[in-house]
């Protein structure tokens, strides 16, 4: 039995892979994704360029006029940190593929009424919906294996860096948390389509969170956070040490836990945080072991898990009901 099952499971996803590869829109989004991600990649490379040209035209000045290299402090360069662009368009983009992932998964079937016809056969909507997960995850993660690759590889020829073991770590780790991201979307999207009575309120339904998830609720934290009022934070630029900080900010307690509470509610924010501290992006984690940065940032690990686990989770549970996944 178990056999039987699992044979039709990886049918289905065998199919459902195979069908992806011929929707155009898929294409269109993936190759949106790349093209922005290696402009944002060109760009941040000419930057740490020009970094790191001015340094060395400080050196051979300081040289030229005799004085020792101790006058002229080494700028710190985190190379990893080429890649912020590249994470921020991955978690707006991204979202966008998981939702028209799941969209597809079960609107491909409900378009041509074959859906009911499926289950009216030897198959439980669990190994159906089993199934259809398993090969939009194998896409999901075979078209973020190809972004991230694509990542690396233009840190190395654009941006002339050398990535270390350490580095490569870091990176996977930012796709692994990026493969849980873009399938909570999917999932999203998935089970708003295939229960919801009309696939085209499913899809503006799942664009609406979509809208709230990535693009409102992290704008709203941030502009309400007082130290990103200031380009270099408001504390630092009024030469505020961090005890001080923390001795004003009890006094706005309730305000920033209900900023936070609005940040937290992002399935985006949480990706980004974890991201920026695992690539070094944030300075706080710039040269901390990998180990250390996942058990500070183990909250936005777990809320990651936790978001897709439940949504696959109502998915397992939620009887399908036929008479209403025909399109009408």
């Known amino acids: 039995m178990m056999n ?13 892979v195979s069908d992806i590869r011929r929707t155009r829109l898929l294409w269109v989004v993936m190759a949106f ?30 040289l030229s006029l005799g004085k020792p290299l101790e006058d002229l402090a080494p ?25 028209v992932l799941g969209h597809r998964a079960a609107a491909s079937e409900r378009g041509r009424n074959t859906l009911p016809l499926i289950l009216t056969r030897p198959l439980s909507s669990l190994t159906f919906i089993a199934g259809k997960c398993l090969g939009n995850f194998i896409v999901i993660g075979g078209v973020l294996l190809l972004t991230f690759a694509f990542g690396a590889i233009g840190l ?26 873009v399938g909570f979307f999917f999932s999203l999207g998935f089970l708003l389509a295939l229960h919801m009575r009309r696939s085209v309120h499913a899809v503006l339904l799942a664009f609406t969170l979509w809208i709230g998830f990535v693009l409102v ?30 001795e004003i900010m009890k006094s706005f307690k309730t ?14 924010k949480h990706f980004e945080r974890l991201s920026f501290a695992v690539l070094g992006i944030k300075d706080i984690y710039a040269g901390q072991p990998l180990v250390s940065v996942i058990q500070d940032r183990l909250g936005d690990v777990l809320w990651l898990i936790g978001l897709i ?20």
């Open 75 to 99: 700028p710190v360069f985190m190379p990893l940190a080429l890649l912020r662009g590249f994470v921020e368009y991955i978690e707006i983009i991204g979202a966008v593929l998981g939702i």
């Open 255 to 268: 305000y920033e836990t209900l900023r936070d509470g609005i940040e937290q509610s992002s399935p985006a």
């Open 217 to 246: 609720t992290p704008q709203i934290g941030d502009t309400l956070d007082p130290d990103n009022q200031v380009g270099a934070g408001v504390f630092r630029t009024l030469g505020i040490a961090k005890p001080q900080e923390k």
């Open 4 to 16: 039987k099952t699992l044979f039709q499971i990886t049918t289905i996803a065998r199919k459902e």
């Open 156 to 181: 190395m020829t654009i941006g002339g860096v050398a990535l270390n073991s350490s580095d490569i770590s870091r990176i996977f780790t930012t796709y692994s948390a990026a493969s849980l991201y």
């Open 309 to 328: 686990g439940s949504v696959l989770g109502i998915l397992a549970i939620s009887p399908l009901k036929i008479n209403n996944l025909k399109e009408s």
């Open 33 to 62: 994704m790349l093209l922005a991600s290696f402009v944002s990649l060109v760009v941040a490379a000419v930057a740490l360029k020009a970094d790191v040209a001015a340094y060395n035209s400080a050196r051979d000045i300081l």
